[in-house]
């Protein structure tokens, strides 16, 4: 499972990534206003850090403006995968951009169709979002099984990024599916280390060896 992690916060993704755990980084309007950062710096500063592909989002709503904007965002880094949104125009930019060589990644997907759609235009990636769709008592899990399946019935080379994680139990969920990527907030990512009983554990280990006297070195 490749782990993308989903913000232009540039001192948490380096955290990650010295532990190797970032394959690639996934923004968008709203984390760069999060970030409060312009966004050519930050995402040149990310694109540097990283080896993977680094989601750079459109904000156009035409076709040839959302081009023109992936183009743009395209020169900042060889490893940027512009992001366009799931609409028609975004599927006319997702197959202007895919043939001109850039990897594009197709975003705001919450149905197997618009993934259909997505992997036809020459998608690098297909962004479904899970969370929100367990926002409206949706199931999101479901949406990626479906995809997967119908994917793979078809051999499409699309890579199903799934996003909007809110948790770890959504990561494991997507990955006994078989998605090829998720992208989550680097929280969510640092939480799967977490278990009560590893605590438990380690709290009984201390005791014990307190109690032995005992020094290593
Ligand atoms: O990758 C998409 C993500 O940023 C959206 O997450 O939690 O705002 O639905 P959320």
Redesign the pocket.
């Known amino acids: 499972m490749k782990f993308f992690v989903?913000t232009a916060d540039v001192d948490a993704i380096r955290e990650l990534n010295d532990l190797g755990m970032v394959d690639g980084v996934?923004t968008?309007p709203?984390?760069i206003l999060k970030a409060g950062r312009d966004i050519t710096e930050v995402t040149r500063e990310i694109c540097a850090m990283v080896d993977g592909p680094v989601s750079a989002e459109v904000v156009a709503e035409k076709a040839e403006d959302m081009i023109r904007e992936g183009k743009i965002l395209a020169q900042i880094a060889d490893n940027i995968a512009v992001k366009v949104p799931l609409t028609w125009d975004g599927l006319k930019a997702c197959r202007a951009l895919s043939q001109d060589g850039h990897m594009v990644n197709v975003?705001l997907c919450f149905s197997p169709a618009q993934a259909i759609l997505a992997a036809k235009a020459g998608a690098t990636f297909i962004?479904p979002?899970i969370?929100?769709l367990d926002d409206i008592h949706l199931d999101g899990v479901d949406l990626i099984a479906d995809i997967r399946e119908i994917y793979d019935n078809y051999g499409y080379e699309t890579q199903i990024l799934a996003?909007?994680i809110?948790s770890v139990n959504h990561i494991i969920e997507v990955g006994k599916i078989g998605t090829d990527v998720i992208?989550a907030p680097p929280g969510v990512i640092k939480s799967m280390a977490n278990h009560v009983l590893t605590d438990k554990g380690l709290e009984q280990f201390n005791k014990d060896w307190a109690k032995t006297g005992q020094k290593i070195g």
């Open positions: 989903d996934t968008n709203s984390l975003t962004s979002f969370g929100r996003a909007s809110r992208t």
